[in-house]
C-alpha cells in the first residue's frame, strides 16, 4: 500500500513539474495572461538586462521554455526573463517587438491593473484636445494629448486612448502617426516609444519610457504626443460625433508613481455654421483679404496653405496658383468656410506707387505705358472713394495712420495692380 502511495505521489510529481515548466509567452513580461502597454513599462523596468538565452529565439504566441534568470521585476516575485521576449538572453528594443506582434493577445483576461487614478483638482490631469474643423474623408485630425499639471522627473508612462464603442477604430482610420515633435517628455529623442491599436477593446495604447543609461529622467508639463489620423470616408454618415476619452494612466517617477486624472472629448465630425458669413476682397491674383460676421469672440483663420491667423481681417497672399478652402473656426466651435480660386499671375504692370511709407501725407503714382480707367482706395476693408485714372498723386496728410490700398483698374475692371502703403 505504501509503495502504491509513493507511486502515485511520484506520478502527481512528475505531472506536476511538467505543468509548472517555466514558460514565458512573448510579450506578456509582467506574466498576466494578455499582451498590452503595460508589459512595455515592465520591460523598460528592466531595460538592459542579461541572462540564459532560450533555446529557441522566437516570438509567436505560444510558450517557449525558458531557464529562470533568477531576478525578479521590483515589488514582484515574476522572474524578468519574460521580458526577454524574444528569447536571445538582453532585454532591449527587439524585445518591444514582440509586444506590437503579439497585443493584443491574451490566455486569460489579466487582473486589473492598479492604474494611478489621480484626484480631480489635486493631481495632474491628462487633457485631450483636437483640431477643430470639419472631419471628413481624407482629412486629418490631429489629437493632442498633454499634461496639464507639472510632473516632476517621470521614468516611464502610459495611457490609452479609447473610441466610441460603436464606432470601429479601423474604420476611422486605417493608419495613425504618433508624434512626439512637440512634446517635453521626448524632447531629446533619449526614450523609447510603444504604440499599439488593440481592435477588440476598440483603443489606442501608448507607452513612453525614459530608458535608463540612456537619458535622465524628465520633468514637465504640457504637450505629451500628437496623434493624426486620416479620416475614413464613410465616418461622416456613420458617426457625424464620436467620443474619445483617456483612461488607464500610469506614470512612474524617479521615486513613486503619480496620479493622474483623465479627460474625455466629443469630435464633431459636422460643427455647425452657426450663420457665418464669409466675405473676402482681392487685392490682385493671390493677395486677398477676408472678413466675417457676425462678431465672436476669439476665432482663428486657415487659409488652407498650411498659414493661419488670428487678426479680425486678415489679409493674405497665396504663393501658388490653385483652390484652397478657407476656413474660420470661432471660440465656440462654430465654423464655416470658403473657396477661393487664385488664378496664375498676369504679368506685372510697371505701376509705382512712392513713398511708401509716406513722409508728409502725399502719394504720387507713376503708371508708366499702363492703362488705368480709375484707382480705388481703401483702408481697414472699407473703399472709400475713387480717383481718376489719369490722377498721378493722392493727398493722405489728412487721413489717419494705417494702411492704405490702391487699386489700378483697367477699362474692363479688372485690377491689374494693387499696392499697400503706410500713412503716417
Ligand atoms: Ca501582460
Ligand atoms: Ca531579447
Known sequence: MKKIIQLLLSILFIIFSASCQAQVYPGDVNNNGSVDNMDFIYLCSVFGETGPARDDIDCG?????????????????????????????????????????????????????????????????????????????????????????????????????????????????????????????????????????????????????????????????????????????????LMPVFNVKIKDAYIKTKTQRVGVTYDEIEINANPPDCGIILSCYFFNSSMIQFFFSPDADSWTWDFGDGQTSNELEPIHTFNNPGTYTITLTTSDGCLQYMGVIIEPETPDPEITVYPNPTTDGMVYFDIGNATVSYIQVWTQGVHFLNLDGAANHFDLSGYISGYYYFNFIDHNGTTIKSVSVYNY
Open 61 to 237: 504566441w505560444e510558450p517557449h521554455d525558458y531557464t529562470p534568470w533568477n531576478k525578479t521585476f521590483k515589488n514582484s516575485y515574476k522572474d524578468i526573463a519574460h521580458a526577454d521576449c524574444n528569447g536571445d538572453g538582453i532585454i532591449n528594443e527587439d524585445d518591444v517587438g514582440a509586444i506590437n506582434l503579439n497585443s493584443p493577445f491574451e490566455n486569460s483576461p489579466p487582473p486589473p491593473f492598479p492604474y494611478s487614478e489621480g484626484i480631480a483638482g489635486v493631481d495632474p490631469s491628462f487633457d485631450l484636445s483636437y483640431t477643430s474643423r470639419r472631419v471628413e474623408g481624407g482629412t486629418e485630425i490631429e489629437l493632442s494629448v498633454a499634461s496639464n499639471g507639472h510632473i516632476e522627473k517621470y521614468k516611464r508612462m502610459a495611457f490609452t486612448l479609447e473610441f466610441d464603442s460603436d464606432v470601429d477604430i479601423n474604420t476611422i482610420s486605417d493608419n495613425y502617426d504618433i508624434d512626439y515633435s512637440e512634446s517635453w517628455v521626448n524632447s531629446d529623442g533619449l526614450g523609447l516609444e510603444y504604440a499599439q491599436t488593440n481592435e477588440s477593446n476598440n483603443n489606442l495604447q501608448i507607452g513612453i519610457a525614459r530608458i535608463n543609461g540612456w537619458g535622465p529622467a524628465k520633468s514637465g508639463e504640457g504637450k505629451i504626443v500628437k496623434i493624426k489620423f486620416i479620416i475614413i470616408d464613410n465616418v461622416i454618415e
